[in-house]
């Protein structure tokens, strides 16, 4: 397998991100993706949604949950938020990961959804109801 074939159209930093958020955190993404395609839809711009790629999801992530985490400080409930979601530089294993290293967090069955969410133009619940799934 080659790289591009592996990484799409994304930058091995945004993949790196992604294969080191936790199922929540993933959960959360998938969402907002889902969210997004459904008022680009409702709104007659399907392809705006196209616009919206990793590396855009991951700001937008971000933004949302530092606004959350803002709104959290003031009401005193801010002890412990820690977030993937909020890391722009990744510490750990994670940071240093070739594209080969990355292929087990991509293809194995427990993150598969991360390729089929974030590496093609389906969208999410298109996914889930054609069964269309599988490694990158």
């Known amino acids: 397998?080659?790289?591009?074939?592996?990484?799409?159209?994304?930058?091995?930093?945004?993949?790196?991100?992604?294969?080191?958020?936790?199922?929540?955190?993933?959960?959360?993404?998938?969402?907002?993706?889902?969210l997004i395609?459904?008022?680009?839809?409702?709104?007659g711009h399907e392809a705006l949604?196209?616009?919206?790629?990793?590396?855009?999801?991951?700001?937008?992530?971000?933004?949302?949950?530092?606004n959350l985490k803002g709104q959290l400080k003031d009401l005193s409930v801010n002890s412990g938020?820690?977030?993937n979601l909020l890391n722009h530089n990744l510490n750990g294993s994670?940071?240093?990961?070739t594209t080969e290293d990355l292929i087990p967090y991509i293809c194995s069955d427990r993150r598969k959804r991360i390729a089929d969410?974030?590496?093609?133009?389906?969208?999410?619940n298109q996914k889930q109801k054609t069964g269309d799934g599988g490694c990158v």
């Not at 395609?37 to 709104?43: G, L, T, V």
């Not at 994670?94 to 990961?97: G, H, I, Q, T």
């Open 1 to 34: 397998m080659d790289e591009q074939s592996i990484l799409g159209n994304n930058h091995i930093e945004d993949v790196r991100w992604l294969c080191s958020l936790s199922e929540s955190e993933l959960d959360f993404l998938m969402s907002l993706k889902t």
């Open 117 to 124: 969410m974030f590496f093609q133009d389906t969208p999410p």
């Open 37 to 43: 395609h459904q008022r680009a839809k409702k709104i």
């Open 81 to 83: 938020f820690e977030c």
């Open 49 to 66: 949604v196209k616009k919206f790629d990793l590396r855009t999801l991951r700001a937008l992530g971000f933004v949302l949950m530092e």
């Open 94 to 97: 994670f940071s240093s990961m």
